[in-house]
């Protein structure tokens, strides 16, 4: 049970377990505010979006900064000058045993419902292993980023802090520090007379926020501030001031993140001046906590504690985990109304990562720190001296641990039955006799249960197929598979002389994309569906604009699904694709230029009897027969042509 304990140690401080706990809560609510199939219900206040505080994730990273940089620089300050190869191992054991366990399980793609797309893989999981991700993608997780901002600040600590001491003039360290902080912003600036044409959120993420160069100014105001606490007159200052402090850092943070949508559009103040300033309010905030301004009674709740003393560990797991929430929560309670889904996936979501945190706090994280306890003789937990003590703490993490436990349990039972029920309704639509025949005869070739899961079709989505035909071959299964707690829409490029079957479930759009077009309302779809169309917009030059209007259809995180005949990758794209085959490549390109995010595909439609290079194209085969009898035999043994299936979200 030794094993298991959080040990209290002396001079923990309460505040600052608060701070961390509220930091990490900020980043999980923004990104669980935005999961893709739990979007949460309106709520406005007047003018006010109710939601705004927990939007702020960058608000949270840069208080992890500051927070970093306090807790580092207080240590190396304290300490004096360690050995450095002690002070590097003894952060690489912090750092890097629960990192590198939650990059490898993601690289591999051993998290559940979560792709990872394969381009370039042993490229990035080599920059992602030396800390690159904050100057190169973070592209197996997002979150990544920051480590490669803080492991960067780790190695450059000794030397940016440790020279502070030697200064007994506070003019002159003080002078030093403000220099250094305000290098980023300068570092902006130049960036920004570099780049004048940055409007939009990517090129900004990628060069005035994910290098270090462009954050280490949060960073740096933590070194400030413990540097401040180091000197006795400075803390005496603050110590005297210790509520105005924190209160006046608080006031700063929250008008930060209120009084405007933080990069609704990104401006100068955005590329320049914003993330100093939240830095600085944070700073105010820290060194208030740090000299007993805050509100202990609230910020060191024993389970703000737990959640501070596990919040590296969420941080590393919480993204990877929304999709399986999402799933879990569709399994455990479909068909819920839009604010009762949103209010089960947070306690699913929340659930999910505070249980996954702790494992790997025991079986990765926790072996360790005892081995940094063994190479500086100390108490193996004593990198957070908020750590919690004692058999009361040992009973509340108990049963917080069980109950997570016991909610995940509850949600996989739960979704492997409902997920067992969709599937049985999926099987009894294929299944159907009220199919036509030749169509079910062609299932061999279709594979219409192996795609359709593989989209990730569900009964309650809004679907939208576009151009299904005369007669509607998917329809035939989309249509009573949805009727029930669905909607099915389809999109075709002429009104068609017979009554599609099923046509009374489900209105009809005309359109050929000549142009810009509206296939359904902005953003009110779930999943955009086309089989073997792709080829003809190619024909007729529309391709583009046929993709734009499925990304304007789609809500976000909704589902692009395509299926095409596929064409070699030795010869180049025909732009017109007069014999039917699309490069696979080439569809890949067309849809992110539309804004969409590859999400992986199938190999349930290849056919790889399929040459190709047949005398009248994809036509040649079945079930179209061009030449008709001509070494029809032949053509029939090779079947119906090879293709691919292509899944794609929208951001």
């Given at each position: 049970?030794?094993?298991?304990?959080?040990?209290?140690?002396?001079?923990?401080?309460?505040?600052?377990?608060?701070?961390?706990?509220?930091?990490?809560?900020?980043?999980?609510?923004?990104?669980?505010?935005?999961?893709?199939?739990?979007?949460?219900?309106?709520?406005?206040?007047?003018?006010?979006?109710?939601?705004?505080?927990?939007?702020?994730?960058?608000?949270?990273?840069?208080?992890?900064?500051?927070?970093?940089?306090?807790?580092?620089?207080?240590?190396?300050?304290?300490?004096?000058?360690?050995?450095?190869?002690?002070?590097?191992?003894?952060?690489?054991?912090?750092?890097?045993?629960?990192?590198?366990?939650?990059?490898?399980?993601v690289a591999f793609g051993l998290v559940p419902f979560y792709p990872v797309p394969a381009e370039n893989w042993g490229f990035r999981l080599a920059y992602h292993l030396l800390f690159l991700q904050d100057?190169?993608?973070?592209?197996?997780?997002?979150?990544?980023?920051?480590?490669?901002?803080?492991?960067?600040?780790?190695?450059?600590?000794?030397?940016?802090?440790?020279?502070?001491?030697?200064?007994?003039?506070?003019?002159?360290?003080?002078?030093v520090l403000g220099g250094l902080i305000v290098m980023a912003p300068a570092l902006r600036a130049l960036t920004a007379l570099i780049f004048p044409w940055?409007?939009?959120?990517?090129?900004?993420?990628?060069?005035?926020?994910?290098?270090?160069?462009?954050?280490?100014?949060?960073?740096?105001?933590?070194?400030?501030?413990?540097?401040?606490?180091?000197?006795?007159?400075?803390?005496?200052?603050?110590?005297?001031?210790?509520?105005?402090?924190?209160?006046a850092g608080a006031a700063g943070f929250a008008a930060l993140i209120l009084a405007v949508e933080l990069l609704a559009r990104i401006t100068l103040y955005d590329k320049l001046a914003q993330s100093s300033l939240i830095a600085l309010a944070c700073g105010a905030m820290v060194l208030g906590a740090a000299v007993g301004g805050a509100p202990v009674q609230f910020l060191g709740a024993a389970w703000l504690r737990v959640t501070a003393r596990l919040s590296y560990r969420l941080y590393l797991v919480h993204l990877v985990l929304i999709p399986m929430a999402v799933h879990l929560l569709d399994g455990m309670l479909p068909g819920l109304a839009e604010g009762q889904r949103f209010a089960a996936f947070l306690l699913v979501?929340?659930?999910?990562?505070?249980?996954?945190?702790?494992?790997?706090?025991?079986?990765?994280?926790?072996?360790?720190?005892?081995?940094?306890?063994?190479?500086?003789?100390?108490?193996?937990?004593?990198?957070?001296?908020?750590?919690?003590?004692?058999?009361?703490?040992?009973?509340?993490?108990?049963r917080l641990l069980f109950g997570a436990f016991a909610m995940v349990l509850f949600a996989a039972v739960g979704a492997g039955a409902a997920r067992s029920a969709e599937d049985a309704a999926l099987r009894a639509a294929i299944a159907s006799p009220e199919r036509t025949a030749s169509y079910a005869v062609r299932d061999q070739w279709r594979?219409?249960?192996?795609?359709?899961?593989?989209?990730?079709?569900?009964?309650?989505?809004?679907?939208?197929?576009?151009?299904?035909?005369?007669?509607?071959?998917?329809?035939?299964?989309?249509?009573?598979y949805l009727k029930d707690k669905g909607r099915y829409m389809a999109v075709q490029n002429r009104n068609p002389k017979k009554q599609m079957r099923g046509a009374q479930f489900f209105p009809m759009v005309v359109s050929d994309f000549s142009g810009d077009v509206d296939i359904a309302p902005a953003a009110s779809v779930d999943m955009v569906l086309t089989f073997r169309n792709l080829h003809n917009w190619m024909k007729r030059g529309t391709e583009e604009a046929a993709f734009r209007a499925f990304y304007k259809a789609l809500k976000p995180g909704g589902v692009l699904g395509i299926v095409d005949h596929r064409a070699a990758t030795t010869r180049p794209q025909d732009p017109k694709a007069k014999d039917g085959y699309v490069r696979e490549d080439y569809a890949i390109m067309l849809a992110e230029k539309a804004g969409f995010k590859f999400a992986g595909k199938s190999e349930a439609n290849a056919n790889p009897k399929d040459t190709r290079d047949h005398p009248e194209g994809v036509w040649t085969l079945p079930p179209s027969y061009r030449l008709e009898d001509k070494d029809r035999a032949k053509y029939e043994a090779i079947g119906e042509s090879d293709r691919f299936t292509l899944k794609f979200v929208k951001p």
């Open positions: 049970m030794r094993y298991l304990a959080f040990p209290a140690q002396p001079g923990q401080q309460p505040a600052l377990d608060g701070l961390r706990a509220f930091t990490i809560l900020l980043v999980m609510a923004r990104h669980g505010l935005r999961a893709e199939g739990a979007p949460p219900p309106e709520v406005r206040i007047g003018g006010w979006d109710g939601w705004g505080p927990f939007l702020k994730d960058w608000a949270g990273v840069d208080l992890f900064f500051v927070l970093s940089g306090f807790l580092i620089a207080g240590s190396l300050l304290r300490g004096g000058r360690p050995g450095i190869a002690t002070y590097l191992a003894g952060r690489a054991l912090r750092i890097m045993p629960a990192y590198y366990a939650v990059l490898l399980i100057y190169l993608p973070a592209d197996f997780n997002v979150v990544f980023w920051s480590l490669g901002v803080e492991e960067k600040f780790y190695l450059l600590a000794p030397f940016l802090v440790l020279p502070l001491l030697a200064y007994r003039r506070a003019g002159r360290a003080l002078l940055v409007a939009d959120y990517p090129w900004f993420f990628i060069l005035f926020r994910s290098p270090f160069h462009a954050s280490m100014d949060a960073l740096l105001v933590g070194v400030l501030a413990a540097w401040a606490l180091h000197r006795p007159d400075l803390a005496e200052v603050a110590r005297r001031h210790a509520r105005a402090l924190f209160w979501y929340m659930a999910l990562s505070l249980m996954v945190a702790l494992v790997l706090h025991y079986l990765v994280e926790k072996p360790g720190l005892v081995l940094k306890a063994r190479l500086t003789r100390r108490s193996a937990v004593l990198e957070y001296p908020e750590q919690i003590s004692g058999g009361r703490s040992m009973r509340f993490l108990s594979h219409p249960y192996e795609v359709l899961t593989f989209f990730g079709l569900r009964q309650d989505m809004t679907v939208v197929e576009i151009w299904p035909g005369r007669r509607g071959w998917w329809t035939e299964i989309l249509v009573p």
